[in-house]
C-alpha cells in the first residue's frame, strides 16, 4: 500500500470519526413532538370548582400507577407503567401510554431513524391485566393519596388525551415514555413540586447503568445495544431522569411524601418475572473478557490448524466475528449520522469500530482463506495488522484514562474484549515459515 493511499485512509478514518463523534446530524429537520407532555399539560385548564361533581363519587375515585415486571421480547425487557383509575367496583379504566403497532407504514425505517410514535390507549383494566397475568409478569399498584380536585384534572387530562387527535407521541426511551408521562402528570397537579424534589435526589446512576440492568438477560444483546450509545448516557442523572425507568418511577411515588403512596401486590408467583438489580462493572467486564478470551484461544487452535493441515477454518473464523463488528461499525456510524436516536449521539466507539478500519482487517482476514503458496504470507501479514489494530487499542485505553474529561464513556466492555482478541491474533505459532 503506498504511502499516498495510507495518507487517504487514516483523513477518510479522521473525518468520519470525528463526523460521528460530533453527531453532525445529516437529517435535514429536527422531529416534531405531534402531543409534547409538559407543554399540553400545562395549557390544560384545571377545575378550579367541584360543585358539579358528586363528591362521594370522587372521594370513592382511586388513581394508582401499575408497574408490570419485565418479559420477552425484547421491547419488554425494561417493564412497563400505566394509570389506573378505578371508579367503582365494575368500571376500573387502565390508561396506557405504551402501545405501538408493527404493523405502522414504514415502521423499521423510522424505528431506525428515531422516528418512534406511540399512542395512549384507555382499556377495561379488567382484560389489560389478563395480558401480563399470561406472561407471569409480577404486576404491583402503587395508590396515590390524591386530593379530590386533582383526582378531576387527572382524568380530564386523560380523556382529553386519549382523543384520537391527541392520541400520539414521539416516543423517546430516555426522555419520553410510558413511564415519564405519568411522571410529567404528577408533577403538574402538584404544581412542579414534584420535579423539584425529585431532581435534587441523588443517584449513583447514568442512563447506561439503568438500561443494563434489564439488558443483562442476554449479553450479546447487552454488548451491542452498548456499542450503539454514546456518551451522554454516561453522565449521572438524577431521581427525575431516572424514572424513565418504570421500577424507579414507582420507587420516586413511594418516597416522595406528598403522595403519602400505598404499594400492594396486584400478580405475583414464585416463578414470576421481576425488575433485576444493577449489576456491577466489573462483573460485566469480566464476563466479556472471558468470552473474548474463549474466542480467543479457539482462534488460536484453528491457527495452529491452519499452518499444519492449511485448514481454511482459521480465515473463515476471523472473517465472521470481523465482518459482524463491521456491521456494528456501520450501524454506529449510521445512528450517528443519519438517524434522530440521541441517545447514540457522541459515540467514542467510533474511533475504534470504524468502517473503514474494519473494512480493511475485513480483506486481510479474507486473504488468510486461499490456500495456495502464498498462504503464509498473507497469513502473516493479517497477524501484522492485527498487531496494529491491537496497539492503536491500547493506546486509545490509554488515553481515556489520560483524558478522563474529554473520553469519559463507558465503553470497556466493548474495547477491552476487542484488544484482547485481535493481540491474540497477532501471535506467532510457528516460527518456521
Not at 145 to 166: C, G, T
Request: proline share 3%; net charge neutral; charged share 20%.
Amino acid at each position: 500500500m503506498t504511502k499516498v493511499k495510507q495518507i487517504a485512509i487514516l483523513l477518510i478514518i479522521s473525518l468520519l470519526s470525528l463526523a460521528s463523534l460530533s453527531s453532525i446530524s445529516l437529517q435535514k429537520t429536527p422531529l416534531s413532538n405531534p402531543f409534547p407532555s409538559e407543554e399540553n399539560l400545562q395549557n390544560f385548564e384545571k377545575t378550579t370548582n367541584l360543585d358539579q361533581f358528586d363528591k362521594e363519587a370522587l372521594t370513592n375515585i382511586e388513581i394508582s400507577l401499575i408497574t408490570i415486571a419485565p418479559a420477552d421480547p425484547i421491547y419488554s425487557w425494561f417493564g412497563h407503567s400505566a394509570i389506573l383509575i378505578e371508579q367503582d367496583e365494575n368500571t376500573s379504566i387502565i390508561y396506557d401510554y405504551g402501545i405501538f403497532s408493527f404493523n405502522t407504514e414504514n415502521f423499521y425505517q423510522n424505528f431506525l431513524q428515531g422516528k418512534m410514535y406511540y399512542l395512549l390507549l384507555p382499556s377495561y383494566a379488567e382484560d389489560r391485566m389478563e395480558i401480563p397475568i399470561e406472561e407471569n409478569r409480577t404486576v404491583t399498584k402503587v395508590k396515590l393519596n390524591i386530593p379530590d380536585e386533582k383526582k378531576v384534572d387527572i382524568i380530564n387530562f386523560l380523556n382529553y388525551n386519549a382523543r384520537s387527535e391527541n392520541n400520539t407521541y414521539l416516543y423517546d426511551f430516555y426522555i419520553d415514555n410510558c413511564a415519564t408521562r405519568i411522571r410529567d402528570i404528577v408533577n403538574w397537579i402538584t404544581d412542579g413540586d414534584f420535579e423539584d424534589w425529585a431532581k435534587g435526589q441523588y443517584t449513583p446512576y447514568t442512563y447506561r447503568i439503568l438500561s443494563t440492568e434489564e439488558l443483562d438477560r442476554s449479553l450479546f444483546v447487552n454488548w451491542v445495544l452498548n456499542s450503539f450509545l454514546g456518551r451522554n448516557c454516561d453522565i449521572n442523572i438524577s431521581t427525575w431522569q431516572a424514572m424513565f425507568a418504570p421500577q424507579y418511577l414507582e420507587k420516586a411515588f413511594l418516597d416522595y411524601d406528598k403522595l403519602n403512596s400505598e404499594a400492594s401486590v396486584v400478580y405475583k408467583t414464585e416463578d414470576s418475572t421481576t425488575f433485576d438489580e444493577v449489576s456491577s462493572k466489573s462483573l460485566h467486564l469480566l464476563s466479556y473478557t472471558l468470552i473474548s478470551l474463549i474466542l480467543s484461544i479457539i482462534a488460536l487452535v484453528l491457527k495452529k490448524l491452519k499452518q499444519d493441515k492449511k485448514s481454511r477454518l482459521y480465515g473463515l473464523y476471523n472473517s465472521i466475528i470481523i465482518f459482524f463488528l463491521l456491521i456494528v461499525s456501520i450501524g454506529i456510524t449510521y445512528l450517528t449520522l443519519f438517524s434522530h436516536i440521541q441517545p447514540a449521539w457522541y459515540n467514542e466507539n467510533i474511533f475504534f469500530l470504524n468502517p473503514i478500519i474494519l473494512l480493511i482487517l475485513f480483506y486481510y482476514s479474507l486473504n488468510t482463506l486461499h490456500k495456495k503458496k502464498k498462504s503464509t504470507r498473507r497469513l502473516m501479514k493479517f497477524e501484522k495488522v492485527s498487531f496494529i489494530y491491537s496497539i492503536y487499542l491500547l493506546l486509545f485505553i490509554i488515553a481515556k484514562n489520560i483524558f478522563t474529561n474529554v473520553l469519559f464513556q463507558q465503553n470497556y466492555i466493548i474495547i477491552v474484549p476487542i484488544f484482547i482478541f485481535f493481540f491474540v491474533q497477532s501471535f506467532i505459532l510457528n516460527t518456521k515459515r
